[in-house]
C-alpha cells in the first residue's frame, strides 16, 4: 500500500503499530500523509451552539446534560431561530466557517424538527456551512435535513464497541452505527468521532479508530474529544488521567488512518497546553472548536487561539463562498443607498 493511500481493511494490529511507533516517526509519518491532502498551516474551525440544553433522557456517564446526572445545568427549552442566527452572525464574523448546532436529545421529536430545519436554513442563508447534532434520527428526518440543504451530521461513536457498555446502557453501539449508516446513504456528510480519557484502555481506542478506518466512506470529520469531567457525572473522577503524548498519538494515527478526514481537536483543549495543542497540529490535526464555550464547558477564548495560530503561522480556513455572498450583499446596500 502506499504511503496516504485510502483504504477501509484496517486490521486492529496494524493500528496498534501506528499508535506505538516511535513518537518522531509516528508525527513525521502523520505529517507527510497530511501534507498529501491539505495544507499544513490551515485549520478549519466550528462554533458550536447548544440549541438544547439539559435534561437528555440518555444516560451518557461523561455528559453534563443527562437527566439522570446532578449536575448544575439548566434545562432549556429549544432556542428561538432568531438567537441561532445571533450567534451565527458573532461566529462568522469571528472567522468560523460552520457552525454545529448540538441539542440535548436522545432524538428529535416531530414537534420540535420544523424549528431545527428553519435554523440550518437561516444559517445556510448566511453562507456558512451547517452541522447539526441532535441523536438518532429516522429516515423521514433525515430526508427532510437533506432537502433543506444540511452539509454535516454530528454523531459520535465515543469509545470502543466493547467499552460502550460501560458508558452508556440507554442505546447501543449498533444504533450509533445505524444512524450514521443511513445519514451517509442520503449523501449528508458524516462527522463522528470519540472521548479519549474515560477510562477505557489503549486498545480500546484502537479498536475505535478501526472502525471509523472501515467505514464505506470515512466520516468527513472525526473530532477527537478529551474527557472533561464534570462535578456530578459518573466520570467527575477521571481527572488527568490521560497523558497528552497518549491523546497526540491518538490524533496522529487519526490522521494516518483517515488520510483526506478533517481530524478535529475538540472537547478538553482548556487542559492541553499550546505546545501540546501544537504538537495535535503537527500530527495533523486541522481542524478545532473555536468560540469560547463547547456546549456547556469552557473551551479556549478565540483570542487566545488566534495567537496561538499567528505564533505557528497557522490560517484559519476561509469560507469563499460566504465571503463572496457578503461583498454581493454590501454591493447591493450600496446600490439601495446610492
Ligand atoms: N445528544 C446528541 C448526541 O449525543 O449525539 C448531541 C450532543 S452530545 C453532547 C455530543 C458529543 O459531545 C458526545 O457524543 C460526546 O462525544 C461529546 N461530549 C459530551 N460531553 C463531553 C465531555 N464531558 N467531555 C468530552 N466530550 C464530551
Ligand atoms: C464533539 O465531538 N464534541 C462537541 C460536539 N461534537 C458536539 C461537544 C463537546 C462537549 C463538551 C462538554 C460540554 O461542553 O458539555
Ligand atoms: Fe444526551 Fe448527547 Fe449528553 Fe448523551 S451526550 S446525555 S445523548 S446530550
Not at 466520570?235 to 490522521?255: N, P, V, W
Request: aromatic share 6%.
Amino acid at each position: 500500500m502506499k504511503l496516504g493511500e485510502v483504504k477501509h481493511n484496517w486490521t486492529t494490529k496494524q493500528i496498534r503499530k501506528i499508535m506505538d511507533m516511535p513518537f518522531n516517526d509516528l508525527i513525521f509519518q502523520a505529517q507527510t500523509i497530511h501534507r498529501m491532502h491539505f495544507n499544513p498551516n490551515e485549520v478549519q474551525t466550528s462554533t458550536l451552539v447548544n440549541i438544547k440544553s439539559g435534561g437528555c433522557a440518555e444516560d451518557c456517564a461523561y455528559c453534563s446534560q443527562s437527566a439522570r446526572n446532578q449536575t448544575n445545568i439548566e434545562k432549556e427549552q429549544m432556542m428561538e431561530v432568531q438567537e441561532v442566527l445571533e450567534q451565527a452572525l458573532v461566529a462568522q464574523e469571528r472567522g468560523a466557517t460552520r457552525l454545529c448546532m448540538g441539542a440535548a436529545w436522545r432524538n428529535p421529536t416531530k414537534k420540535d424538527f420544523p424549528r431545527v430545519l428553519e435554523m440550518v436554513k437561516v444559517v445556510k442563508a448566511m453562507g456558512m456551512e451547517t452541522c447539526l447534532t441532535l441523536g438518532m434520527l429516522d429516515e423521514i428526518q433525515i430526508q427532510q435535513l437533506k432537502d433543506v440543504g444540511l452539509d454535516y451530521y454530528n454523531h459520535n461513536l465515543d469509545t470502543s464497541e466493547a467499552f460502550y457498555p460501560q458508558i452508556i446502557t440507554t442505546r447501543t453501539f449498533q444504533d450509533r452505527l445505524d444512524t450514521i449508516d443511513k445519514v451517509q446513504k442520503a449523501g449528508i456528510n458524516v462527522c463522528s468521532g470519540g472521548i479519549i480519557g474515560m477510562g477505557e484502555q489503549h486498545k480500546d481506542r484502537a479498536e475505535l479508530l478501526k472502525t471509523f478506518g472501515n467505514m464505506h466512506i470515512h466520516p468527513n470529520s472525526v473530532p477527537i474529544n478529551l474527557l472533561v469531567p464534570i462535578e456530578g457525572t459518573p466520570l467527575a473522577h477521571m481527572r488527568d488521567k490521560t497523558d497528552s503524548f497518549e491523546f497526540i498519538r491518538i490524533i496522529a494515527t487519526a490522521r494516518i488512518v483517515m488520510p483526506q478526514t478533517y481530524v478535529r481537536l475538540s472537547a478538553g483543549r482548556m487542559t492541553l497546553t499550546d505546545e501540546a495543542q501544537a504538537l495535535c497540529f503537527m500530527g495533523g490535526a486541522n481542524s478545532i472548536f473555536y468560540g469560547d464555550k463547547l456546549l456547556t464547558t469552557d473551551n479556549p477564548e478565540a483570542g487566545h487561539d488566534e495567537s496561538l495560530f499567528a505564533k505557528l503561522g497557522i490560517q484559519m480556513q476561509r469560507n469563499i463562498k460566504a465571503e463572496s455572498q457578503a461583498k454581493k450583499m454590501a454591493s447591493q446596500i450600496t446600490e439601495l443607498t446610492a
